[in-house]
């Protein structure tokens, strides 16, 4: 198994480009980098049967987060709050980091 360059890492800001859930924005919860999808808080949510548990005693249809195919979500520029193309360069230090091709803003 290849450990894959992704341009989407947990915790980033992202726009759906396409799909049931497209126009919609949320933070990535986590990347699934063997199946290339993300899940994103709010995003392509599904109805999930659950028994009662620990967890939900009631039990009952609970709503969940399902995976994005990376290929469908663009990272938010963070100047311009619009979605963006990611490029990767050194910084001062030498480092590698993403930056913004629409703003060259640096991504955290």
Avoid at 10 to 31: A, C, F, H, P
Avoid at 72 to 87: A, E, F, Q, S
Wanted: avoid cysteine; aromatic fraction near 2%.
């Amino acid at each position: 198994m290849t450990n894959k360059k992704l341009h989407i890492k947990k915790g980033d800001t992202v726009y759906v480009i396409s799909g049931e859930s497209k126009g919609q924005q949320g933070r990535v919860l986590e990347v699934q980098r063997s199946k290339d999808r993300a899940i994103v808080e709010g995003v392509n949510l599904i109805s999930k049967h659950q028994k009662p548990n620990a967890e939900h005693p009631q039990g009952g249809i609970i709503k969940k987060e399902a995976g994005v195919h990376i290929s469908n979500l663009m990272v938010v520029d963070p100047k311009t709050g619009k979605p963006t193309r990611i490029g990767r360069k050194r910084n001062s230090e030498g480092k590698l980091v993403r930056f913004s091709k629409k703003s060259g803003e640096e991504i955290k």
